[in-house]
């Protein structure tokens, strides 16, 4: 079977060209849509995130500030900040980058975003619209990889979608997004994680496979059935004798599936690209916002 692959760059590029023209109309308006990323600590991981999220912005003529703050900042200078940026009409959308250092707390630091500004749809007040079905700022991970289904037409109506991962920035929005009735949904989801028992059992009966779990080449052609279409949502770093000392694999055994799957994102260059694009897409939403 040929396995036709879901290439994120055409489908990032489709989209940001729609957003230009957002963008120009809001810049004739003097409104420059812009982004706050704030980024605690070294993790290099999340350096090398909060730049590329960076200079994507400023490509597309919007604006982005990276605040890069002390790993050690107590909980309250670090949500005080956040409201400091809450209160700051220039900015448009807040992005506190995870994972945060051990000793702050997540969910209030992510509680302490206005959620009009929170175009990483992380807030609980936006991933409660989700699970209604009424969703406004979509996690950008997830947004991206629909975009992605609905560029390929791969088809999502009730068929079984199997999730291997439940992290709350990927996992669950998609569990909520792809049960709901919508277009590019109404399918039936089952969700794996650490405490399913037989992951394999549930992974060879999916029509549509989605690996976001952060394990290297953790799906194999043993665990997918002929036709599947599959979207690697995993960047793992692997160390390597390159220049930079490490290249990105997914969470799929990618050599191993091909020709068994219908389609596969590849990583690099399937789900990573749109996130960013998506980040933007959010953040241009909520700067219109602010003129309508
Ligand atoms: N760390 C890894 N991915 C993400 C993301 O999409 N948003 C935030 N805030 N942190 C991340």
């Not at 290099?44 to 990276?66: G, L």
């Not at 630091?109 to 699970?131: F, S, T, Y």
């Not at 969470?251 to 799957?261: C, L, M, N, Q, T």
Request: proline share 5%; net charge neutral.
């Amino acid at each position: 079977m040929d396995t036709l692959l879901l290439k994120g760059l055409p489908v990032s590029q489709n989209i940001k060209l729609s957003l230009k023209k957002e963008i120009d109309s809001l810049r004739n308006k003097n409104v420059i849509p812009t982004l706050s990323a704030v980024l605690v600590g070294n993790d290099p991981a999340s350096q090398i995130y909060v730049n590329s999220k960076h200079k994507t912005f400023i490509n597309n003529n919007c604006k982005s500030t990276v605040h890069k703050l002390d790993e050690h900042i107590p909980e309250n200078e670090l949500i005080d900040f956040i409201y400091s940026l809450n209160n700051d009409s220039d900015v448009h959308g807040i992005l506190v980058q995870l994972p945060l250092p051990k000793h702050l707390n997540e969910e209030k630091v992510l509680e302490a975003i206005d959620a009009r500004k929170d175009v990483d749809g992380i807030h609980p007040l936006n991933v409660g619209k989700l699970l209604r079905g009424i969703p406004d700022f979509i996690s950008c991970t997830p947004a991206g990889c629909l975009e992605i289904l609905k560029y390929y037409n791969i088809p999502v109506q009730s068929r079984h979608v199997v999730i291997v991962g439940r992290s709350n920035i990927v996992g669950k929005p998609l569990m909520a997004l792809l049960s709901q009735k919508f277009k590019i949904g109404n399918s039936t989801v089952t969700i794996c994680h650490t405490g399913t028992k037989d992951i394999k059992a549930y992974t060879m009966q999916a029509d549509i496979l989605i690996a976001a779990i952060g394990n290297p080449n953790y799906i194999d052609a043993n665990m997918v059935k002929q036709g599947v279409d599959i979207l690697d949502v995993g960047i793992n770093r692997i160390k390597d004798d390159s220049e930079k000392g490490y290249k990105i694999i997914g969470d799929v055994d990618y050599d191993s599936v091909f020709g068994i799957a219908n389609s596969i994102t590849p990583v690099p260059g399937g789900v990573g690209p749109m996130t960013i694009t998506m980040l933007l897409n959010n953040t241009v939403k909520a700067a219109g916002r602010t003129i309508s």
